[in-house]
């Protein structure tokens, strides 16, 4: 019922939930972990089945939350699949050489974790394969193992997946496990050794965002499992709601803050590009050709079909069997591998060109008819319905409203010549290059092949480091999950020091103590502005500053004022002071990085000068006794120092397979 | 005088960009299940008991339709992206432009859902 009419007929209501801001619930477990998503879900299991009791605390539900709640069509990475055409160690190297910046750490953990991570979902009950055989002899299906591909029908390397119930199955088993579950709590603050900035990670405090409760999270190890901060350039609350992005609302960053604030070390935090933010249309709910719609067919305005390129920029003769299978010599196509040898096919690259001179007409359409049946059937039915927010929103939503993929034929939103066709939330904008976002390569806290940081006792899951999507959230997850039991073992409880617990409620409930004051909204869309004018395409020494002053000042000003009404508003409003220190660490790390980095999209009016690629390094920040240090780390600090000097000797000695009981990545069930 | 189904009352503006969740209030139980799946809290509980949740921070949605997805009630809730979230389809054969939301629409489409 909208709140409105309920007001108009009822008054006023009372806030449903118990008021208890300040009260405390102490909570105790060998390891804690912030996040419940894909990551913090997988690192919970894999922790509680080496047997660390574990604690999870999520903003949200953690029965839906997460980028990965409402579902998950695709699954990257599965090159351990028995129909593979590539081992992880020829896949690494491949993908290593287009983004010289590419957590490959991460990475060959995904590469030789993630098959292994969807057959450990299919014991929980997901389904996986093609078990009702609803798509018997397909192309894209292996009549054996059943299993159903996306993109490359030969390389087999991306599996499609009915993933919409994995969120509830990882659910299930956490609580199979006797894993506690606080939702509604989000992490506001790590709780440190003695309350100093750079000593042992011993926990975290947390806020329910319903009742306004403080907890007091004790454990031998805290797993960061946040994801990436999103929607720092741009809150289009009043366009699409919070956000039209692909990531999770609840993103704000919580996460990277409290890691920040505790003297953790960031590396990549300059990287972000252009966004589509509120221009963009709700993921997959547009014609297209990519992704979740690969390999649609696309007509123009007038019927006639868009040209398909092959790797070379010539014409893609052969329809949808051409797009979906090797050229001759190929071995795999990857739609993650820039190399063009291995490179999806996509429109000619003289469309742009076309469209302006009138070849083909706007709008586009998505021409489902026009395919095969199976393919018509697995693109509008079983990607759109189990990807992210297309279930309801999308396939209900049209099918109900008439939309019939046999007949009908959806359109592609207008966009530049460039966009076009193309429809997803992090294609080419049509508007301003300032408006940004951290995207899949982001960056967070530092971590090496323990997935621990620079503090003892905090480690880090999931999409936070160089790298991301799905499969790298839960395969990073689990990977983890093994890595902090293991860790845990030897480890005492150190006692949270109680100054430092007091000095964090004082932060937390002080806008309680305001009357009237601005509203947490107009905050929010200032820092936007902020981060916009002072942080976008074009940085340098004078506009960075000139940002720092401006967070700080809007921190100290506006944030100390804001107005709240109850615990849901206290939570918003905490969140902003989240996004002030967020912007931040971008702003130090794109200060600390001198020069101009084409990789990165770092643009610096004041040093043009572009290192070679082989010359480049990642550039850290972290806080220290008042002070921003930086440094710089060689590219390819994974298999350096302590480390082993290659991939799979690192992964052999890190990846905590010495307590399975089989050899399956972790299932040690 | 014009009547009017609504009396004129001091109220802020309607909350934008839309009312992402409806209930059929015939049929809802008001058992909270879209309440608790909710990542942002966009409902709260009615407090008056067994009916639908209200709708308090719609600017808040993302959209994702885990409320509907979830509803254990067949057509006790109704999700609802935001105008300027729509785009229209085609009818490949005869070139007529359909959206939702507009009156006489064609009938449901019975395709399955895997």
Redesign the interface.
């Known amino acids: 019922?909208?709140?409105?009419d309920?007001?108009?007929n009822?008054g006023i209501?009372?806030w449903?939930y118990p008021i208890e801001y300040g009260e405390e619930t102490e909570d105790s477990s060998d390891v804690v972990i912030i996040g419940g998503g894909l990551a913090g879900c997988c690192a919970a299991i894999h922790a509680a089945r080496r047997g660390a009791s574990v604690t999870v605390i999520e903003?949200?539900?953690t029965?839906?939350?997460g980028s990965a709640?409402?579902g998950i069509d695709h699954w990257e990475f599965a090159v351990t699949n028995p129909c593979s055409s590539t081992t992880p160690d020829e896949m690494v190297e491949i993908m290593g050489k287009g983004d010289i910046f590419e957590a490959e750490h991460l990475l060959y953990v995904a590469l030789n974790e993630s098959f292994d991570t969807l057959l450990e979902f299919e014991e929980m009950g997901l389904k996986i394969r093609d078990t009702d055989d609803?798509f018997k002899d397909a192309p894209f299906r292996d009549e054996k193992s059943k299993l159903l591909f996306a993109y490359d029908y030969d390389g087999k390397l991306c599996l499609r997946i009915?993933g919409?119930g994995l969120k509830p199955a990882l659910y299930k088993e956490m609580k199979r496990l006797g894993v506690k579950i606080y939702d509604?709590v989000m992490g506001t603050s790590l709780l440190t050794e003695k309350g100093e900035q750079g000593r042992r990670v011993i926990g975290a405090t947390g806020y329910n965002?319903?009742t306004g409760r403080f907890y007091i999270f004790n454990a031998k190890a805290t797993v960061i499992a946040t994801a990436k901060p999103v929607r720092l350039w741009e809150f289009g609350?009043?366009?699409?709601?919070?956000?039209?992005c692909f990531q999770?609302?609840?993103c704000t960053g919580e996460g990277h803050a409290m890691a920040w604030k505790a003297g953790a070390k960031f590396v990549l935090m300059e990287r972000n590009i252009p966004y589509m933010g509120s221009m963009s249309?709700?993921p997959f709910?547009?014609?297209n050709s990519r992704t979740t719609w690969f390999p649609c067919n696309m007509v123009d305005a007038h019927?006639k079909p868009l040209p398909w390129g092959g790797r070379y920029g010539q014409p893609l003769e052969g329809g949808v069997h051409a797009r979906t299978h090797c050229g001759e010599g190929q071995k795999f196509l990857y739609q993650r591998v820039q190399d063009p040898a291995y490179a999806l096919y996509g429109y000619m690259p003289d469309l742009p060109e076309r469209i302006r001179n009138g070849e083909f007409r706007l709008p586009f359409?998505a021409?489902l008819?026009s395919m095969p049946d199976e393919e018509r059937?697995v693109i509008?039915?079983?990607m759109v319905?189990?990807e992210?927010?297309t279930?309801?929103?999308v396939?209900?939503?049209?099918?109900?409203?008439?939309?019939?993929?046999?007949?009908?034929?959806?359109?592609?939103?207008i966009d530049s010549p460039e966009g076009s066709g193309i429809n997803t939330p992090i294609a080419p904008p049509s508007n301003s290059p300032n408006i940004r976002d951290a995207s899949f390569l982001c960056g967070g806290p530092m971590i090496g092949w323990e997935m621990k940081t620079n503090l003892e006792g905090l480690f880090i899951a999931g999409n936070q480091t160089g790298t991301g999507c799905a499969a790298i959230a839960a395969t990073t997850g689990r990977y983890c999950g093994r890595s902090v039991a293991k860790y845990v073992k030897d480890k005492d409880f150190i006692n949270p020091y109680r100054p430092q617990i007091d000095e964090e409620k004082e932060r937390i409930y002080a806008p309680l103590k305001n009357d009237g004051g601005k509203g947490w909204?107009e905050v929010q869309i200032g820092l936007c502005r902020v981060m916009q004018d002072y942080c976008g395409q074009y940085k340098s020494e004078e506009i960075l500053k000139t940002g720092l002053w401006w967070l700080n000042s809007i921190r100290e000003n506006e944030i100390k004022n804001l107005s709240v009404n109850n615990p849901?508003e206290l939570a918003r409003v905490l969140e902003c002071d989240t996004r002030v220190t967020v912007g931040e660490i971008i702003m130090h790390n794109s200060l600390a990085r001198k020069t101009s980095c084409p990789q990165l999209d770092f643009k610096r009016l004041d040093n043009s000068e572009v290192k070679a690629a082989e010359e480049e390094s990642f550039i850290t920040v972290q806080q220290a006794d008042g002070k921003i240090m930086s440094e710089e780390v060689p590219l390819g600090y994974w298999l350096m120092g302590d480390f082993e000097p290659t991939l799979a000797e690192n992964y052999k000695k890190y990846s905590c397979f010495e307590d399975s009981n089989n050899g399956l990545g972790g299932n040690s069930k | 005088m014009i009547e009017t189904k609504k009396n004129a009352v001091v109220l802020p503006n309607p909350a934008t960009p839309c009312i992402p969740i409806t209930f059929n209030e015939e049929i809802c139980i008001g058992c909270n299940t879209c309440v608790d799946v909710c990542r942002a809290d966009v409902l709260l509980p009615n407090p008056v008991h067994g009916k639908p949740p209200l709708v308090v921070y719609p600017d808040e949605c993302w959209f994702c339709g885990c409320c509907v997805d979830d509803c254990p009630v067949e057509g006790a809730s109704e999700f609802h992206h935001p105008l300027n979230q729509e785009i229209a389809w085609k009818d490949k054969k005869t070139g007529e432009l359909f959206r939702v939301g507009i009156k006489n629409p064609p009938p449901p489409c019975t395709k399955k859902l895997y």
């Open positions: 019922m909208d709140i409105l309920f007001i108009r009822e209501p009372k449903p903003k949200g539900s029965k839906r939350s709640g409402p609803d009915f919409a509604r965002v319903r609350s009043e366009k699409v709601g919070s956000a039209s999770d609302v609840n249309y709700p709910s547009t014609g019927g359409y021409d008819p059937d509008f039915g079983m319905g189990n992210s927010k279930r309801t929103p396939f209900r939503k049209l099918t109900q409203a008439g939309f019939n993929p046999d007949k009908d034929m959806l359109q592609a939103n909204k849901h």
